[in-house]
């Protein structure tokens, strides 16, 4: 999954909603969900993991945030940034899992974004 592709994508649909350019911001829109939907979601996260007291920390490869592709995908849920699945939370900054040790860290974060894919595939066919 192209995670800059998808970035650029949601600006774009920023762009053509503030726009009032409604037509275009959902047809852009729809191909994000269908995007993220049809592929298991991957963050592209360094392979570095901070772990602190029950806490492990990822940060983006290259310091990328994707602001505008967690700002669609919390609109779409309803829900503020950080994103919070389960024990994780998606925010710009990277993400922070409740975890131990790093192989704990990585199966939460597998399976938040499991749930996170579920979740958005709930939201197909109704963007406004």
């Given at each position: 999954?192209?995670?800059?592709?998808?970035?650029?994508?949601?600006?774009?649909?920023?762009?053509a909603?503030?726009?009032?350019?409604?037509?275009?911001?959902?047809?852009?829109e729809?191909?994000l969900?269908?995007?993220?939907?049809?592929?298991?979601i991957?963050?592209?996260?360094?392979?570095e993991?901070?772990?602190?007291?029950?806490?492990?920390?990822?940060?983006?490869?290259?310091?990328?945030?994707?602001q505008?592709?967690?700002?669609?995908?919390?609109?779409?849920?309803?829900?503020?940034?950080?994103?919070?699945?389960?024990?994780?939370?998606?925010?710009?900054?990277?993400?922070?899992?409740?975890?131990?040790?790093?192989?704990?860290?990585?199966?939460?974060?597998?399976?938040?974004?499991?749930?996170?894919?579920?979740?958005?595939?709930a939201?197909?066919?109704?963007?406004?």
């Amino acid at each position: 999954m192209d995670f800059e592709k998808l970035e650029e994508l949601a600006v774009e649909a920023n762009l053509a909603r503030n726009q009032n350019m409604r037509s275009k911001a959902k047809e852009i829109e729809e191909d994000l969900l269908k995007t993220l939907t049809e592929n298991k979601i991957l963050f592209p996260v360094e392979e570095e993991v901070l772990i602190t007291e029950n806490s492990a920390s990822y940060v983006y490869k290259n310091s990328k945030t994707y602001q505008a592709l967690l700002e669609f995908i919390a609109r779409i849920l309803h829900v503020d940034i950080p994103i919070r699945i389960k024990q994780c939370k998606f925010g710009p900054g990277g993400i922070i899992i409740s975890a131990e040790n790093k192989e704990q860290a990585q199966k939460t974060l597998d399976d938040c974004c499991r749930e996170l894919r579920i979740l958005i595939k709930a939201k197909e066919g109704h963007i406004a």
